[in-house]
């Protein structure tokens, strides 16, 4: 529950903070989401919070979010900040790794960018406003010509180390799912993954293609309602139910083979496959379907900008671009479908052009003598209804 100042004058000593509620704390944003309860003060310590990240935590309901860390580095102009103060949630950023120490469960109060607990102020940050995020990012745009340069820096890094795998796709391994020929859709829990993933209902009715969830991705696939045919990643965000589905699982390994998912793939008794490379999940996602012979490759959630790109806060994201290069024609990113097509037509409108259909219906069979036919006996049987009600009530 949310404590506010109550608006009476406090006594001395029975001040409250301006929002209270219990800390929840998590080093991992994405992980500590599944356990935050509406009015939860959450504790993270993450740079340059991205959209992805905000998106859940607004949709956990936090009242606070105490940040150890900048929300916004200047690194690049990110949008998380904005996406939380927007929703509503009070955000202090910069407080410094001890808040991290706060236990969990313990009643935290923020009054402006200080962090109180049993009245005493346990760290003091900055209260993020739309003026301040705004700022941020004003100068967050100005240094993102260096980011640029990093990126450029960090692709030529990669095409040196994998241009095998990219060139001539060595190192792809064997999977038992049928792609050669088919569709290929290859989900992420990225920006509007759930209402893209919506639009492409009658797509997949039609062309049944191989759903591949990333990670996380396996459990949007399964939200919305299918099974999917292939779980790539490595495993750290995706759920055992997804994993024990019966989809063919493809474990995403360091070059040298070691991966922190595997040991928990094999726990579930799945036996997975093992596709060591240095990018990320959703590059090899990729890369496994170019190289088994997808006819076409669907994106859902993937990154494809580079604001994206940065978003993921790793120098690995120019992998991604490098393996958009690889894949070419074959990719179509749905990202956005669902803004696209999203219908602008009013109740009103709807309900003109369904008597406008009615109508025209009528015409049609009135122009037939089968349809006149039809009116004189609908009207003879509406003269009966009228003249049985006429006699109930004239006695």
């Known amino acids: 529950m949310i404590l506010r100042k109550p608006d009476r004058a406090a006594d001395p000593g029975e001040d409250l903070p301006e929002v209270q509620g219990p800390a929840r704390v998590g080093a991992r944003t994405k992980d500590l989401t599944k356990r935050l309860q509406a009015g939860d003060v959450a504790v993270i310590d993450h740079v340059d919070i991205d959209r ?4 859940a935590l607004v949709a956990a309901g936090p009242a606070v979010v105490l940040n150890a860390a900048r ?13 939380l103060v927007e929703a509503g949630i009070v955000l202090v950023d910069g407080l410094g790794p001890d808040v991290m120490s706060l236990p969990e469960g313990t009643a935290v109060g923020v009054e402006q960018g200080k962090v109180v607990v049993d009245g005493a102020v346990v760290a003091e940050g900055t209260r993020q406003t739309p003026e301040t995020i705004e700022a941020d990012m004003a100068a967050a745009r100005e240094g993102l010509s ?3 340069e990093n990126f450029a820096e960090n692709t030529m890094t990669y095409l040196r180390r994998e241009r095998d795998l990219l060139l001539d796709g060595v190192g792809v391994p064997d999977v038992r799912t049928r792609i050669d020929g088919r569709h290929v859709l290859i989900v992420v829990r990225g920006y509007h993954y759930r209402e893209d993933l919506a639009m492409l209902r009658s797509y997949i009715a039609e062309n049944r293609p191989v759903l591949v969830g990333v990670d996380g991705g ?6 919305a309602g299918w099974k999917p045919d292939m779980v790539v990643g490595d495993m750290d965000s995706v759920s055992d139910k997804a994993l024990a589905c019966g989809a063919e699982i493809v474990v995403h390994a360091y070059r040298d083979g070691n991966s922190p ?3 928990r793939v094999r726990a579930l008794g799945v036996d997975p496959v093992v596709f060591p490379a240095t990018g990320t999940s959703e590059d090899i996602a990729m890369l496994l379907a170019d190289d088994k012979g997808a006819e076409l490759i669907v994106a859902v959630g993937t990154h494809a900008t580079l604001v994206e790109f940065l978003d993921k806060g790793r120098a690995g994201m120019a992998s991604t671009f490098l393996t958009r290069l690889r894949v070419g024609g074959k990719l179509v990113d749905a990202k956005g479908v669902s803004r696209l097509y999203r219908t602008r037509i009013s109740n009103l409108q709807l309900t003109l052009l369904s008597l406008a259909g009615v109508a025209a219906v ?4 009135w122009s037939t003598s089968a349809g006149q ?10 003269d009966d209804v009228v003249s049985w009600v006429g006699s109930l009530f004239g006695g």
């Open 261 to 263: 998912g595997l040991e």
């Open 52 to 55: 992805v990240a905000a998106d």
């Open 218 to 223: 396996a459990d949007a696939i399964i939200d």
């Open 373 to 382: 036919t039809f009116f004189g006996l609908l009207g003879a049987r509406i």
């Open 362 to 365: 009528l015409a049609a069979l």
């Open 71 to 83: 929300s916004t580095s200047g690194r690049y102009p990110n949008a998380g900040p904005g996406i």
């Open 146 to 148: 260096v980011e640029i």
